[in-house]
């Protein structure tokens, strides 16, 4: 293995959100996790980790849900729409309902 190899391979480690996975369980286990940011201050953040990979879940996206699960108790899959970017985002958490192939 060649360091020049490893550097053209390497990817930064970002964490990404839940929405984009097509569908969520809402039965999937999630962790809070404490990190700290650019000015030093610690914040808490929700994650879950879904094929070796780790979602962060806006707690917005906690606020949906629990709205969705309030109007549609048996719900058993989401989908989490984002729209704008930033401080400017805004996620829509939807039941995922799993069309039947005839």
Same mark, same amino acid.
């Given at each position: 293995m060649k360091l020049s190899e490893e550097a053209q391979?390497?990817?930064p480690q970002r964490i990404k959100n839940i929405?984009? @996975?097509d569908s969520v369980p /809402?039965?999937?286990e999630i962790e809070k996790e404490t #990190?700290? %940011?650019k000015d030093n201050e610690e914040y808490t953040q929700f994650v879950t980790t879904i094929d070796g990979v780790k979602y962060r879940i806006p707690i &917005?996206? @906690?606020g %949906? /849900? #629990?709205g969705l699960m309030k109007k549609?108790? &048996?719900v058993k899959q989401i989908s989490v729409l984002k729209q704008g970017e930033g401080m400017e985002t805004t996620y829509q958490v939807l039941p995922y309902i799993v069309e039947? #192939?005839?």
């Amino acid at each position: 293995m060649k360091l020049s190899e490893e550097a053209q391979a390497y990817e930064p480690q970002r964490i990404k959100n839940i929405c984009e @996975l097509d569908s969520v369980p /809402i039965d999937t286990e999630i962790e809070k996790e404490t #990190k700290t %940011g650019k000015d030093n201050e610690e914040y808490t953040q929700f994650v879950t980790t879904i094929d070796g990979v780790k979602y962060r879940i806006p707690i &917005s996206v @906690l606020g %949906g /849900i #629990k709205g969705l699960m309030k109007k549609m108790p &048996s719900v058993k899959q989401i989908s989490v729409l984002k729209q704008g970017e930033g401080m400017e985002t805004t996620y829509q958490v939807l039941p995922y309902i799993v069309e039947e #192939k005839v």
